[in-house]
């Protein structure tokens, strides 16, 4: 089905289903935006504690999220800019070069959607929402106590990517922080942590069905 503003090029036949072909050249970035953020789904969100040079503690989530390391684990989050401004997430981590993703389950789904709200850098999210925080142990912003999994990085590299200057932020791990029962044999019991995932619009979703396959032989990582 077209989508209303976008400039659509010929419908494909071939494959017997019609399909719709969009060249990105025409497309504004909130068509690209709306488009993406449907098709690359689920998103997990990496919900990102953060201090201010005057150390208020900042909270926002952010869906463009991976790693992208094992060994040292590295994580990447993409920070879009606010009208050319950078968001205080970036603002923050590029201050003082420390950071914890922590990872909500799907319980805090209301708080994680809350904490998007642009507040000026001075206003604490964690203090709006009346969530409770605990010290990290190797960096000084803290972590959200209600979170099974926080992840105290420190900032490894910053790469701004395109003309609107995205910020790809890159933070090493430097401790997991596990909540008991969560592990077993080194791994992440998945159904247990209940993670929250992000989709296009403000929807969100958790696990469905699970399917386990036969294991792959792979050749042990360098
Ligand atoms: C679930 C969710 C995921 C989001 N993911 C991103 C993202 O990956 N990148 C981004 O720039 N903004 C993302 N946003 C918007 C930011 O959270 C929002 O701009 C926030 O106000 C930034 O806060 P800050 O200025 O305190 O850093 C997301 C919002 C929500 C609700």
Redesign the pocket.
């Known amino acids: 089905m077209p989508v209303e503003g976008v400039s659509c090029g010929a419908i494909d036949q071939r494959f017997g289903e019609r399909d719709v072909d969009i060249e990105t050249e025409g497309l504004s970035v909130e068509e690209c935006y709306r488009l993406l953020t449907g098709i690359v789904v689920p998103?997990p969100?990496?919900?990102?504690t953060?201090l201010s040079e005057t150390g208020v503690v900042?909270?926002?989530?952010?869906?463009?999220?991976t790693f992208v390391a094992a060994k040292p684990p590295m994580l990447a989050?993409?920070?879009?800019?606010?009208a050319g401004r950078?968001?205080?997430?970036?603002?923050?981590i590029l201050a003082n070069k420390e950071f914890v993703v922590n990872i909500a389950s799907f319980d805090l789904v209301e708080e994680?959607?809350?904490?998007?709200?642009?507040?000026p850098?001075e206003v604490s999210?964690v203090e709006k929402l009346d969530l409770e925080t605990r010290p990290s142990l190797t960096v000084r912003p803290p972590a959200i106590a209600r979170c099974p999994v926080q992840m105290e990085c420190v900032l490894h590299q910053c790469i701004e990517i395109g003309p609107r200057k995205?910020?790809l932020i890159i933070g090493e791990v430097q401790r997991f922080r596990i909540r008991d029962g969560l592990l077993r044999d080194g791994k992440i019991d998945t159904m247990e942590l209940h993670p929250?995932a992000?989709l296009g619009g403000?929807n969100?979703a958790t696990l469905g069905e699970v399917v386990t396959m036969a294991a792959i032989e792979r050749t042990a990582k360098s």
Do not use: C
């Open positions: 998103r969100i990496a919900w990102v953060s900042n909270l926002a989530p952010f869906s463009h999220f989050i993409s920070v879009g800019r606010k950078m968001k205080d997430t970036a603002a923050n994680v959607h809350s904490s998007a709200i642009e507040y850098p999210e995205t910020q929250l992000r403000p969100y």
